[in-house]
T-cell receptor, first 121, second 107 residues
Framework: EAQVTQNPRYLITVTGKKLTVTCSQN?????MSWYRQDPGLGLRQIYY???????DKGDVPEGYKVSRKEKRNFPLILESPSPNQTSLYFC????????????????????FGNGTRLTVT | AQSVAQPEDQVNVAEGNPLTVKCTYS??????LFWYVQYPNRGLQFLLK??????LVKGSYGFEAEFNKSQTSFHLKKPSALVSDSALYFC?????FGPGTRLSVLP
């Protein structure tokens, strides 16, 4: 079954304790992205990756890191989590993305994982 | 820069009535537009997209959307709403999302 798998589904941690949220897709997609979802703000992009070893900042990258060593995996790393990073996080992938000027465009829909609800106390 | 606006936080409609969820966008060049739906405790699911061609696109679960270039809009529609359509709906241009609209279909 084609899917995006992210783990864990729920995570409670304390301020400053490093954590990693894993994301894996089995569709051979080139484009992968992390979003956070907060009430009233919709989905905001944290980081994205056009392909292996190619990553770039989204709209809200502060406090996050990512890596793309393999095509299927795109982990999200919080080196020193803070309470304002309490949120619902989604990993997503798409067949490809194209850079057009300052815009990243894609005509193939995103496939989403089921989300990770992170609480930082 | 790209941006998406969904002017209504909440839309309420009676079961069997037509529904519309509004979306306007801003992007340079031709837009790639999408609608996604989110059910509780789940990730977003793709509903439909407009890339080029016919301004009226049809998607999953009986939903359709109308692309209007002059008004930079891409409103989601369904002729007859079901209670099971109650969910959070997101409009997107490329990989940029709007704030979402919560649709409640009342029995």
């Amino acid at each position: 079954e084609a899917q995006v798998t992210q783990n864990p589904r729920y995570l409670i941690t304390v301020t400053g304790k490093k954590l990693t949220v894993t994301c894996s897709q089995n569709m051979n997609h080139e484009y992968m992205s992390w979003y956070r979802q907060d009430p009233g703000l919709g989905l905001r992009q944290i980081y994205y990756s056009m392909n292996v070893e190619v990553t770039d900042k989204g709209d809200v990258p502060e406090g996050y890191k990512v890596s793309r060593k393999e095509k299927r995996n795109f982990p999200l790393i919080l080196e020193s989590p803070s309470p304002n990073q309490t949120s619902l996080y989604f990993c997503a992938s798409s067949l490809f993305g194209i850079i057009s000027g300052e815009t990243v465009r894609g005509n193939s829909p995103l496939h989403f994982g089921n989300g990770t609800r992170l609480t930082v106390t | 820069a790209q941006s998406v606006a969904q002017p209504e936080d909440q839309v309420n409609v009676a079961e069997g009535n037509p529904l519309t969820v509004k979306c306007t966008y801003s992007v340079s060049g031709n837009p790639y537009l999408f609608w996604y739906v989110q059910y509780p405790n789940r990730g977003l699911q793709f509903l439909l997209k407009y890339i080029t061609g016919d301004n009226l696109v049809k998607g999953s679960y009986g939903f359709e959307a109308e692309f209007n270039k002059s008004q930079t809009s891409f409103h989601l529609k369904k002729p007859s709403a079901l209670v099971s359509d109650s969910a959070l709906y997101f409009c997107a241009v490329n990989f940029v999302f709007g704030p979402g609209t919560r649709l409640s279909v009342l029995p």
